[in-house]
């Protein structure tokens, strides 16, 4: 690096960054906040996610590319709804020379935090291949009662 030029740091996450958390809690603010926590080892594994939320559900799909529904577990618990599981190497690399592999592997844990309009009790999950699908209806919307004043 030239000794003139300065290293700039930011603490400021780029408000155009659509692939920041921060970011991406702010879009589901109002029923879902996709917290996550990771396994942080260097290269393991971190299934990439889709949310998708509608008027009447959020939608989430894992790729999990090479796993299959036994290596994965869903567990809804009081701080939302935990993805977990381990995608494992098949076969060692024995033999001798180079070996390059860009492949992760490792357990993996990830959290998704439930606001009060998810229905806990209607979740379901669907895997099929290398995809997990999970469905989260919203509870539905109470109208709005006038109450008579006597």
Known sequence: MNKHMKMI?????????????????????????PEISTVSAKGAFRPAVEVLQTENAIHLALALPGMKKEDVKIELN?????VSGERKRESQVEEKGRFYSEMAYGKFSRLFTLKEEANRDKITAEFSEGLLNIHIPLKEKEAVKAIEIR
């Open 9 to 33: 740091q930011s603490n400021r996450p780029l408000m155009m960054d659509v692939f920041h958390p921060q970011f991406v809690n702010r879009f589901f603010e109002g029923v879902f906040d």
């Open 78 to 82: 009081n701080e939302g709804l935990q």
